[in-house]
């Protein structure tokens, strides 16, 4: 796995990621007391954005833990072997 200047990897990047679209998506279904209630459309378009920007984050950290399981299993041929 490549590392950047401050060490975060894209694995770091992709679990930082998912974080951050859960808890936007946490936000995006909390009540708020005091506000008149948005339009159905405008609640659908941004649980259509919301949603999928969860799901991306999802996909990108899954990649990563494949990439990193294949990285392992490359440079550890011996170990590997044994696992399965």
Known sequence: MSEGANGDTELIRAVDNLYVAW???LYNL???PGFQPPSPEHI???A???????????QDLS???VQAGLEWRLSHPDEARTEV
Request: proline share 0%.
């Open 63 to 65: 990649r990563e833990f």
């Open 30 to 32: 909390l009540a708020k």
């Open 48 to 58: 259509e954005f919301t949603l999928k920007q969860l799901k991306d984050a999802g």
């Open 44 to 46: 659908k378009e941004v």
């Open 23 to 25: 808890n936007q998506l």
